[in-house]
């Protein structure tokens, strides 16, 4: 299995509202990573887990929440966004070690209203 | 951190060769050059990469100048579906994590 899954695809939320997002991968990697894009951009380092254990956060605000619960899985939990936190929402993972390649996931196109 | 200087926007014509410049003039001798694509909305794609010798794969090729200031990716007989933003990026130590270090892309459009 070679592919990184994202859920949802589509996600509409309003300012008050909870949500997550999830990120699945099979490929036994070990780096797990989340990004923000913006619309005609460059992907956003938010965080980074290596080894189940957030080693990176990228001075992202506290209404963005990261937990990685085994090595298959990294989620991201959205509490009281702003409409400016709209974007596409990637992830990757990497095999970890000195390896730098990170794979990507489709992403989670998020609209907040 | 290394950071990469690309062309906005490029054309190539279908069936032909499409060579994407890349400077990197800070990189540091143990920082990658890596190249990865994005077709609109999806998620990026990894294509190749490299440290000081050039690089081939089935999809690239990849140039690396002796200095190691700059590069170029080729895709030796460009098609329709090879539209995308195209990145130039360094990956780069932080702590005992590798971050990617994206440039701003390269929009290729492959007209017929």
């Known amino acids: 299995d070679t592919e990184v899954t994202q859920t949802p695809k589509h996600l509409v939320m309003g300012m008050t509202n909870k949500k997550s997002l999830k990120c699945e991968q099979h490929m036994g990697h070990r780096a797990m990573y989340w990004y923000k894009q913006k619309a005609k951009k460059p992907p956003e380092l938010m965080f980074v887990y290596s080894y189940e254990k957030l080693s990176i956060n990228e001075s992202v605000p506290s209404r963005f929440s990261p937990e990685c619960p085994n090595s298959s899985l990294l989620n991201l939990h959205l509490h009281a966004l702003q409409p400016e936190d709209s974007a596409l929402y990637l992830c990757?993972?990497?095999?970890?070690?000195?390896?730098?390649?990170?794979?990507f996931g489709p992403g989670t196109r998020l609209t907040v209203l | 951190d290394a950071k990469t200087t690309q062309p906005p926007s490029m054309d190539c014509a279908e069936g032909r060769a499409a060579n994407l410049p890349c400077n990197h003039s800070?990189?540091?001798?143990?920082?990658?050059v890596y190249w990865y694509r994005q077709i609109h909305s999806q998620g990026p794609q990894y294509i190749i990469h490299?440290?000081?010798?050039?690089e081939t794969n089935e999809m690239a090729s990849l140039i690396i100048t002796e200095d190691r200031k700059s590069s170029t990716l080729i895709l030796p007989h460009a098609t329709l579906r090879d539209t995308a933003v195209y990145y130039c990026i360094v990956s780069s130590y932080a702590g005992n994590n590798r971050k990617l270090i994206w440039g701003l892309g390269t929009s290729l459009a492959v007209n017929p």
């Open positions: 800070t990189i540091s001798g143990n920082e990658y």
């Open positions: 990757a993972t990497r095999l970890a070690g000195g390896v730098d390649t990170q794979y």
């Open positions: 490299g440290l000081k010798n050039n």
